[in-house]
């Protein structure tokens, strides 16, 4: 059974673009998040979060493609880490801060947390990752690693909640290798979830397979793309970002595919960079049993 989760969020100014302080009921984990322009603020109003150690992540866009980027960094004083980065690091218009109410966490604690933290923001390849290296993983007794494993849970929850999701994996635990061994109750969680589908392209030679998310659709490993695109089409500027990212390559016999998983907003945005023309993705993408987006819909809100 998946649990609910209750967050309570305060609205420093009342407004969604000022200050936020988040936390989730129950648990020692607090969050600030504070766009650049207020970062004064943080030490006025909330000295005590933020004089302690904790992790933070200082967030903003590329300036020549605007594309996201975070910088992942851990502080025994958050608040004077921030002052330092005030001056010295130019590309960041927002940060958010994560420490423990109980002020129990430790040096050990959030240099392992970083480490976890850089780690699976370069695994879900969302946004462009500031830190040159990846730190190494501290060693912690079980107890610890156990306790920071939960810590790290619900940073990535409320991460999330405050509008980020660079910590999130595109594809959920669903899409676990068959072979994997599942117990019982786990494989319950797994077949309740409706959320996600598996859908197929097959279009002029072309084949494509990817997964329909709440967030969108996430073409997966293999799948071919078109080598002759049309000039000028909508999603020509995508396709080739992603050609030189890395996430569309060329296999040995000089066709096109992706090489790496990726989540295109719409079934029509995949679409249209795999086959290299403007298209109706709620049309060309079926399930197994060759029925389409548009037709899932329509049969399920009847």
């Not at 218009?93 to 423990?100: C, K, L, P």
């Not at 050609?243 to 719409?266: R, V």
């Not at 249209?272 to 029925?291: D, H």
Request: net charge neutral; aromatic share 8%.
């Amino acid at each position: 059974m998946i649990l609910g989760k209750s967050i309570r969020i305060y609205l420093k100014e009342g407004s969604v673009t000022g200050i936020k302080f988040a936390e989730l009921v129950n648990h020692t984990i607090q969050s600030l998040s504070c766009p650049r322009t207020k970062i004064s603020d943080l030490n006025k109003h909330f000295a005590i979060a933020i004089n302690t150690q904790g992790v933070y992540f200082l967030i903003g866009y590329e300036q020549d493609t605007l594309k996201p980027m975070v910088y992942i960094g851990e502080a025994e004083n958050v608040w004077d880490r921030l002052k330092n980065h005030d001056l010295k690091k130019d590309f960041w218009n927002e940060v958010i801060v994560f420490t423990s109410k109980d002020d129990n966490l430790t040096k050990s604690h959030i240099k392992y947390l970083e480490s976890r933290i850089v780690e699976i923001a370069r695994q879900t390849e969302r946004y462009r990752l500031k830190n040159g290296n990846s730190p190494n993983l501290n060693r912690l007794p079980l107890p610890d690693r156990d306790a920071m494993e939960e810590f790290l849970t619900n940073i990535k929850l409320l991460t999330g909640t405050l509008g980020h999701k660079f910590l999130e994996n595109p594809i959920s635990v669903k899409h676990i290798p068959e072979t994997t061994e599942l117990i019982d109750e786990t494989k319950e969680i797994l077949s309740d979830k409706k959320d996600e589908l598996e859908l197929n392209l097959n279009v002029s030679g072309i084949t494509a397979k990817a997964i329909q998310t709440n967030e969108g659709l996430v073409v997966l490993e293999n799948s071919e793309v078109a080598d002759n695109p049309t000039k000028n089409y909508g999603y020509g500027a995508l396709r080739e970002s992603l050609i030189e990212e890395g996430f569309i390559t060329k296999n040995s016999n000089g066709k096109l595919y992706f090489s790496k998983k990726h989540l295109f907003s719409s079934p029509s945005a995949a679409a249209a960079v795999i086959l290299g023309y403007s298209v109706n993705g709620r049309n060309v993408w079926k399930n197994e049993n060759g029925k389409s987006i548009k037709e899932i819909e329509q049969n399920e809100i009847k």
